[in-house]
């Protein structure tokens, strides 16, 4: 039981970065895989990043090289430092916790608006 609260979100010139957070409460955190997850106008949200509790990643080859997650165990938040943006990055940024091995959604933030402007 708990909650994510997403933040970060914000408009951007193409080739430039931002850096989104997602606060974890309650257990989720230390229990489950963390991850990112994005949906663009009129699309399926789709995998970005995800993270697992032994800091093992995982990227969508669209942001392989630009896109870094990471977390921070002692603040229960995990952060997704997105480089080189592009303007197909725009979209919905949504921060996600499932289980390590059935992979359960467990939680989803409400999301954060990331506009890339060319």
């Known amino acids: 039981q708990g909650q994510l609260v997403e933040s970060g979100g914000g408009l951007v010139q193409a080739g430039g970065s931002l850096r989104l957070s997602c606060a974890a409460s309650?257990?989720?955190?230390?229990?489950?895989?963390m991850g990112w997850y994005r949906q663009a106008p009129g699309k399926q949200r789709v995998l970005v990043a995800t993270i697992s509790t032994f800091t093992r990643t995982n990227y969508a080859d669209s942001v392989k090289g630009r896109f870094t997650i990471s977390r921070d165990n002692a603040k229960n938040t995990v952060y997704l430092q997105m480089d080189s943006l592009k303007p197909e990055d725009t979209a919905v940024y949504y921060c996600?916790?499932?289980?390590?091995?059935?992979?359960?959604?467990?939680?989803w933030g409400q999301g954060t608006q990331v506009t890339v402007s060319s």
């Open positions: 309650g257990n989720i955190f230390s229990r489950n895989t």
């Open positions: 996600n916790a499932k289980t390590p091995f059935s992979n359960i959604d467990v939680a």
